[in-house]
């Protein structure tokens, strides 16, 4: 299992995502967190602004996003250059339509569960998926307080993965640190978002160094 760090932007300063982005040379991705204030109570960017980051980066983006209605939108992600587009489960009313039409435009295919939604009913969609992201916070804010809660559900996802043959991602995201990024590791997860312990560090090169070698101790 290859460790990946993602940083998330919105920790970043969004008037300077340009230079934020190449503030982290060393991130696998950065992820790109999608609020529309209707699933959760935040808002923060939408597709214009992936359309730009994208020609202002090489770094492939890892789009999550956390909106109403990402059958409508998602597909528009992938086809603006995402590396990666993330849809939540709570969310879609056709997740095997979006999921696939995400990989039709060339990008990998995420499905995201909320603390309290179970993995084991979403088994029959690990043939869509190329990531399965669990967060570790509910979702809307950054720096917030990871939730040991999710640890047995990070375990129990990573033998669901092994057993369809091991080559689906398993990220986490939400107060993931130099602290609490171990027991992540522990338990199964192999792509990790940072936003606070990233763009809150004084050397956002030095945390991600520091969060890959925790990740692979
Ligand atoms: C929360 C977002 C996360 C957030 C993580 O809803 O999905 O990606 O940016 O921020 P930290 O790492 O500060 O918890
Ligand atoms: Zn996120």
């Known amino acids: 299992m290859a460790v990946q760090i993602s940083p998330s932007i919105l920790a970043a300063d969004f008037a300077r995502l340009a230079d934020e982005a190449a503030a982290v040379p060393n991130a696998d991705w950065l992820h790109v967190d999608v609020m529309d204030y209707h699933f959760v109570p935040n808002l923060t960017l939408g597709l214009p ?3 730009s980051l994208r ?3 090489q770094t492939p983006l890892d789009c999550h996003l956390m909106i109403a209605d990402p059958d409508r939108w998602a597909p528009q ?3 603006a250059g995402a590396g ?11 997740p095997v339509r979006t999921l696939r039409e995400i990989r039709s435009f060339g990008a990998r295919a995420g499905l995201a569960l909320n603390p309290a939604t179970a993995v084991e009913p979403f088994e029959g969609l690990f043939g869509e998926i190329d990531m399965l992201l669990l967060m570790t916070v509910e979702p809307g804010f950054g720096g917030q307080k990871f939730l040991d809660m999710v640890l047995p559900k990070v375990r129990a996802a ?7 043959g091991g080559s689906i991602w398993l990220q986490v995201d939400g107060g993931v640190t130099a602290e609490t990024i171990e027991r992540c590791a522990e338990a199964g997860a192999d792509v990790f978002v940072a936003g606070s312990a990233v763009y809150g560090a004084a050397d956002p090169v030095a945390a991600i160094d520091a969060l890959r070698a925790a990740a692979t101790r």
């Not at 990666?84 to 056709?94: F, N, P, R």
């Open 49 to 51: 602004v992936v359309e």
């Open 77 to 79: 992600y992938a086809e």
């Open 84 to 94: 990666s587009v993330t849809i939540h489960a709570e969310a879609s009313k056709a």
């Open 158 to 164: 990573r033998a669901l993965i092994e057993r369809h």
């Open 55 to 57: 020609k202002a980066t």
